[in-house]
Every structure is written in C-alpha cells, then in structure tokens.
C-alpha cells in the first residue's frame, strides 16, 4: 500500500510541476529561470516533501544513518578503519571537520570561482541554494534539502552543465557536514543524491554515443579495447579514431627535428604524428557520421574543439556522453618520452637515432623542444583547443588552468582516474554503465626504452605539477554512484544487464540494413548510451 500510495504521490507531483508550467506558458508567461517559495503552491510543497518522505525509504531501501556519513568519509575524508571499530564508527557520526584543509579549501574554491563565472541563467539559483544549504542549521536542513530536489526538477533535462550542477550540489553536502557535523536528514541527502544519479543514467541514454578524450599515454588505447569488450561500436584498429575527423595526436615539433638534423643525409626528413592544425568538423557532423556508419564510441586524441582564437570557446562535443581520463602526469611524461624513443628507433632507424637526432637525449632541453605540448602541461593544452595546444614551451600559465578547470568540470560527463583502482572501477560501473571492468593493457614499451630517459627529469616535473583539481570532481562523482550502487544492492535496477559477448558480424552500413545482423539497426549495448 505505502508503494502504491508513494507511486501515486511521485506521479501526482510531477503531473502539477508540468501543469504549473504549462499553464504559465498558456498565459504568455516564462517558465521563471530562478525557482523561489512563491512560485510553488502547497499542493506541491505536500506532494514533493511525501514523495520524499515515502517513495524513497519504501521503494528504494535508503542509508541508514551511518551510511551515508561512510560514504562521503569513503570519497573525501582519510582513509580510516572506523567500519572494523565500534568505537571509532560510533565516534565518526558525531564527528565534523572530516575534509582535510585542502580539500576543504578547494572545495570552497571550486564554490567561489563557479559563482564568479557564472551571473546569468539558470546555475546562480543552484548556487544560491547551495550556499543556503551548507550554513543551514539542522531545524531547517529538511526544507532545504527537499527545497533543493525540487529546483533541480525544474532544470531541463538537456542542460549542457548538468555535470557541473552534480558537483556543485555533492560539494555544498560535503561542506555541510564538514562545518555543522553529520546530516541529520541523510534520508533526503540520499534522495539528492539518487536524483542526481538518475538524472546523468538518463543523459547518457538519450544521447546515445560517447566522446572519449584521449590524453596520450594516459590508458585510452586500454579503454578504447574495453569499451568495444562492453558493447560498444567503434574501430580498434585506429584505437577508436576516426580518420575522418583528423583527431590523431601530435607530438614532435617538425621544425626542431630539422634542426637535429642539420646537413645529414637520413631517411626520415618527415618524423611521424607531427604538429599541424585540424580541419574544423563540428560536433553535429560528427555524430551524424557516427550514425551513418553505425559507431557508438569513437576519440578524440588530439585538443578540444572551438578554441581556434580562444581557449574560452574550447569544448567537447556536448551532444555525446563525454569521458576524460587522468593520469598522474609524471608517469605520463615518461611514458610519452619511451615511446618518442621507439618512433625515432623504428621511423629512422638505430643508427641515425643514436648518432643524429637524439645523441643528446639525456637532457631535457632537447625533449622539450621536441615535444612542446606532450612534457608540457599536456592535459590543459588538450583541453583549451588548438590556440593553447600550440603555445610554445612554458607559456602556460595560472589562467590557462584556471579555464582548463572550468571546463573540466562543467562539460566533462564521467572523468576516469587511472591510478586509483577503486574510483576507477566506480565509474566504469555507474558512471559508464559498463559490466565488464577488467581493461586489456597495450602499448607497454620495451625495457630498452628507459635509456631515453634524460638525467635531470625533474627539470620537467616543474613544468607538468600535479593538479588534483580533476581527481577531486571525480571523488564527488563516486559519491553519487556510490549512492547508486547501495541501491544497486537492494534489488532496484540501476545497472544494465551484461553485455553481451562483442560480436563476429560485420559492421552494419545504412545499404546494409536488410541483413540479418543490421535488424536491430547495426547497434550493440554499450553501458548507459545502448541501454535504451
């Protein structure tokens, strides 16, 4: 009775949400951009607080109250045994100050610069809401939380920044417990943060492709073969390139390998993924070349798109479920620097390698200004677009990553952290929708390859620091799928069923769609986007 009785509450509410705004729109009025109490009759304000109240404990089988502390102290706090001490359990749901003083402070941060950027349209509200929510005292925590759910619901759902509004709203939770101590409401935290879950589930279906962001020697040749491994459609052979669209990576500077190459007679003049511009291919095109051909998947390997004249109009293609994947950049330079060595070995051979152009690969120098844009903060260069991409060495700087930041967070739908074995899976699994987690890893160079690396590699650090930023939005991420996954646990689908084993049949082609194979329109299960 209390299922059917929250089923009806949740509809009815949602029936007079639509009819509020429908009957506005009839009037000549717009649907208020920023959502206060008078714009909500109490019929709502009953319908949404019993659909909270109900649907959520009943249907959804909720956190218990340490849960839910668990969860964000799992993500955000340090790592303790609390769970294996009754003692220590008992003390943390009593305990604030839980964040360590950076996170704490760049969660603060991540607040200040979001609410500068942004004065106009739809995400000041949120923001407001947000503030009001991590000073709220625990008389009027219930209202804002519920207060919160609601705003949420009047947001569209094809809002480009719904992963910045996930953020925002796990970061003010965190910092409310972090100041005032442990949700008293956590049963209303919960169904936040269900919302939110539901809301990305939803996203990723009606989109129905993938954009992978392909940061070099930072594990996307493992995903690409995992993602087709999950059902998805896309070409291995070029590492889920498309030759089409000219996303390959560049690395070496074509003018300083003439210079190492003085008056010598060699027989690679042209070294292999040089820097060069890209033909402008918009992301509409893109996804429409994606249908013809029957992909679901495909990456992009080179920089963001739109930031021909500035890094501020650099973006991903946003009509794609859009994944980055991080790695610690000091693994990755030397990655990049091995495998540099091996295109040189096999392009121009042992000899001229050794003797002409990387006779003096033991320094720095000569890496750096053989590879520009791989030693030197690659990942905001591949974020801020061709006009920052092609920035000479040591040009980046304090706003460039203050803008690669920004889009990080508000246009980035599922971010991967390599290193970390558990985040990682998490998204795979909730922010992907993927069964199959164990990725194939390729691309591992040789053992001979260490003799490139120069001596004083720590000149490069400098020019490479480690920016946690990424990692942070990821752990608020995993909040919510972890959130997910608890009700995962109770028995409610939110997690699509196996995919099956990749398939033998040829791809299918618009003339080929008669075939038997092509019936189901040439497209497999691949997580969230092929669960539709």
């Known amino acids: 009775t209390l299922s059917c009785l929250s089923y009806v509450s949740y509809l009815l509410a949602q029936f007079l949400l639509s009819l509020k705004k429908r009957t506005k729109r009839l009037a000549g009025y717009r649907t208020p951009r920023s959502l206060n109490d008078d ?13 909270t109240i109900i649907i959520l404990p ?15 102290r799992t993500w955000l706090g340090p790592q303790t045994r609390s769970e294996d001490d009754p003692y220590r359990f008992a ?6 100050g839980f964040l360590d003083n950076k996170i704490q402070k760049d969660l603060a941060d991540f607040l200040d610069w979001t609410e500068r950027d942004y004065k106009k349209g739809l995400l000041p509200a949120v923001l407001s809401t947000a503030r009001r929510l991590i000073n709220a005292e625990n008389a009027t925590l219930r209202d804002e939380l519920i207060y919160f759910r609601i705003q949420l619901g009047y947001l569209p759902t094809n809002f480009v920044k719904w992963p910045l509004v996930r953020r925002i709203v796990v970061a003010s939770l965190a910092l409310r417990q972090d100041r005032h101590g442990p949700l008293t409401q956590d049963l209303y935290a919960e169904g936040l943060l269900m919302q939110l879950f539901m809301q990305h589930q939803f996203s990723a279906r009606r989109k129905g492709m993938m954009e992978f962001t392909h940061i070099s020697k930072s594990g996307g040749t493992s995903f690409c073969r995992l993602a087709v491994d999950n059902g998805c459609q896309s070409d ?6 498309v030759d089409a669209f000219g996303d390959d990576p560049r690395y070496f500077d074509q003018s300083y390998h003439e210079i190492l190459r003085r008056s010598w007679n060699t027989s690679c003049d042209d070294i292999e993924k040089p820097m060069k ?4 291919i918009s992301c509409r095109t893109r996804r429409m070349w994606l249908q013809r051909h029957a992909q679901t998947a495909y990456a992009n ?76 903060n690659y990942l905001i260069r591949s974020l801020l677009g061709e006009v920052v991409f092609n920035l000479p060495r040591g040009a980046i700087s304090q706003a460039h990553l203050d803008i690669a930041r920004g889009i990080l967070a508000k246009h980035y739908d599922v971010l991967l952290v390599l290193e970390d074995e558990n985040l990682f899976q998490a998204s795979l699994r909730y922010g992907l929708g993927f069964q199959r987690l164990n990725p194939r890893h390729d691309n591992k160079a040789p053992k001979s390859a260490k003799e490139s690396l120069p001596r004083d590699l720590w000149n490069l650090y400098d020019l490479n620091r480690l920016d946690q930023f990424g990692v942070l939005m990821a752990r608020l991420d995993a909040i919510v799928y972890d959130a997910a996954s608890r009700v995962a646990k109770s028995g409610v689908a939110v997690t699509p ?13 618009p003339w080929d769609m008669d075939k038997p194979h092509c019936r189901d329109g040439g497209f497999r299960r691949c997580g969230w986007i092929g669960d539709r």
């Open 39 to 51: 714009h909500l009759s109490p019929a709502m304000k009953l319908c949404a607080t019993y659909t």
């Open 58 to 72: 009943y249907c959804f089988n909720s956190f218990t109250y340490a849960d839910i502390i668990h969860v964000f």
């Open 91 to 96: 003390e943390a749901r009593h305990a604030k």
């Open 236 to 241: 291995t052979e070029w590492n889920c390139l």
């Open 277 to 280: 511009p890209r033909l402008p």
């Open 301 to 376: 390997e080179y920089t963001a798109f739109g930031g021909f004249t500035s890094p501020v109009l650099a973006h991903p293609c946003r009509n794609m479920l859009t994944v980055l994947q991080l790695r610690h950049p000091y693994e990755r330079i030397i990655s990049h620097i091995k495998f540099a060595w091996i295109i040189y070995l096999l392009r121009c051979g042992e000899r001229d390698s050794r003797a002409v152009y990387l006779k003096n690969r033991n320094r720095t120098d000569v890496w750096l200004a053989l590879m520009p844009a791989p030693l030197n």
């Open 497 to 509: 069923t196996p995919s099956p084993p990749p398939s033998q049949q040829p791809r299918c082609f």
